[in-house]
């Protein structure tokens, strides 16, 4: 079947800049510019996330433009292929040429540090999501990391006076909002000062798997009635409840091994994760839940909410490992097979694959 297949969350830009030409058939990823093509990918969000061990405060902002700029030259490359859209007619225009859509989400507010000004900088450069928090908390609201395990050290919890400044700004600008990785008391602050829908750009449901990154009922039905979209996560470990615990015990058997990626790596770097990723590879690949599981939770956001609240959001080169089945981006299609398998109609598999981000960034970027 013919379907515009969006996905809301990759991290291969962070590759990109470790010196890996994403341009090339690369064996160690789990996107390039073949695999999306491969996978039918026709519009993907390229996160741009800055790391807040590897860098200081007064770098984030610096950082971030540097991989917006990594992304505008990969796009200056391949001109036939790649293009970064800002408006909905750079996404029909795009689809007329056959060129995939290039999106940037940005994932962590602590880039913008407490200036105001620098959404509508990032929004010029292309920013259309702005992802409120990573793991850490920041100048404009809690993360869901803090709130579930730091909250007594936490000078307030939820949205700060300047991150209700940000709601605003990101809604009159038209930049959807993401609360993927948000606390609960930040969610409760976006859903009742935002004027525009909301997404999730990459987290699951919590009644299926128990952790902090992931939505429970409420939350989930809040995003229905806000007129948003929850684009469900592949990761393992926020689709399977079990997985977590196998992978420690993994890794703890191959500490010595990890002691000597240690001594040749900066352990907080991109390059030390890739490294032991990819050490580890072939052990967590035999405790992996599959594609069968990733079904399970858009079934169950969808039977909560609405076929029109759910899509895609990866987490593609963002995590060690995917599930089997869907190992990398080539194998999107297997997945369109499993809804329709799974007793989803043509029309509903449309609306998961695309059709819901082109709704909702219709009515808030457009």
Known sequence: MNSFVAD????VLLRALEGYDILSNLPDTQSDLEKFIIGGVDLQAFSVWVSPYEFKASEYFQAANDMISKLEFLCSRVPNQWSIIRSYQDIRYNIEKNRMSCMIGVEGGHVIGGDITKVKYLYDRGMRYLGLTWNNSNSIATSAKDESENPYSLKQIGLTEFGEEVIAECNNLGVMIDISHSGEKTFWDVINITNKPIIASHSSAFNLCPHYRNLKDDQLKAIGKNGGVVFVNFYPGYIDSTYLMKAEII???????????????DTTSNAYWYAESK??????????PNINDVIKH???????????????????????????GLENV???PFLTKKLLDNGFTIREVRKILGGNFKRIFKEVCS
């Open 279 to 288: 050490m580890l590879k072939h052990e967590k690949s035999r405790i992996v």
């Open 298 to 324: 858009i079934k169950y956001i969808t039977d909560l909410i609405g076929v029109d609240h759910v899509g895609l959001g990866s987490d593609f080169d963002g995590v060690e490992i995917m599930p089997f």
């Open 251 to 265: 890794d703890m058997q191959y500490d010595l091994e990890r002691e000597i990626l240690a001594e040749k790596y």
């Open 330 to 332: 080539t194998k999107l």
């Open 8 to 11: 809301m969350h990759n991290d």
